[in-house]
C-alpha cells in the first residue's frame, strides 16, 4: 500500500517520515530501557518435605557421608595439565609439538623442515630437539623418540 500525500511537497514528506522513524525508534528503545521489577518470595523450610502424594522428599536425599570423599578424577586432571594422559596408570607421551614443513633436495643433499610454535627447524636423522630424538626420516613420516618415556611417535607427512 502507498501513501499519497499531494498536497505536501517532497521534502517536507521525508522530514515527516524522518519524525515518524525516529518516534518509533524511540518508543521502542524506550521500551526496553524500563527496569524489572523481581519479586522474590521467601518459603520458611518445611520440617520435612513432604510430596503431594505421600512420598518423604528428605529420604532420597544423599548424606553428605555417601558422598565421594575424593575426585576420581584428579589424577587426569593434572596429567592433562601436564601434556600427559595416563592410561590405565601409565604415562604417555605428549602430542608432538612439530608440523611439518617441506623438504628440499639440493646437489643430492636433502634438508627437511620442521615447524616447532613459530620456530622452523632444520632436522636429520639422530639429532635431538629438546626432550625428543629424530629416529629415521623417510619418504611418508619422521620417526621421533621421546626421550623421557623413550615412546616412539610417528609425524606424517602426508
Known amino acids: 500500500m502507498k501513501l499519497r500525500f499531494p498536497n505536501i511537497d517532497l521534502p517536507k514528506k521525508r522530514a515527516a517520515l524522518a519524525v515518524a522513524a525516529v518516534v518509533l525508534v524511540a518508543g521502542v528503545v524506550a521500551g526496553r530501557e524500563r527496569p524489572a521489577i523481581e519479586l522474590v518470595q521467601e518459603r520458611a523450610p518445611r520440617a520435612a518435605a513432604v510430596a503431594d502424594d505421600g512420598i518423604d522428599l528428605d529420604k532420597m536425599r544423599r548424606a ?39 623438504r628440499l633436495t639440493e646437489n643430492g643433499k636433502t634438508e627437511v623442515y620442521v615447524m616447532r610454535g613459530e620456530e622452523l627447524l632444520t632436522i ?11 629416529d629415521k626420516i623417510e619418504q611418508a613420516a619422521i620417526r621421533f623418540t621421546y626421550l623421557p618415556l623413550k615412546t616412539q611417535q610417528t609425524l606424517s607427512l602426508q
Open 64 to 102: 553428605e557421608s555417601s558422598l565421594p570423599q575424593k575426585d576420581p578424577f584428579a589424577a587426569n586432571a593434572i596429567a592433562a595439565v601436564e601434556g600427559k594422559r595416563t592410561v590405565e596408570g601409565k604415562p604417555a607421551a605428549p602430542a608432538l609439538p612439530f608440523q611439518y614443513f617441506g
Open 124 to 134: 636429520a636423522a639422530g639429532q635431538k630437539l629438546g626432550d625428543y630424538r629424530v
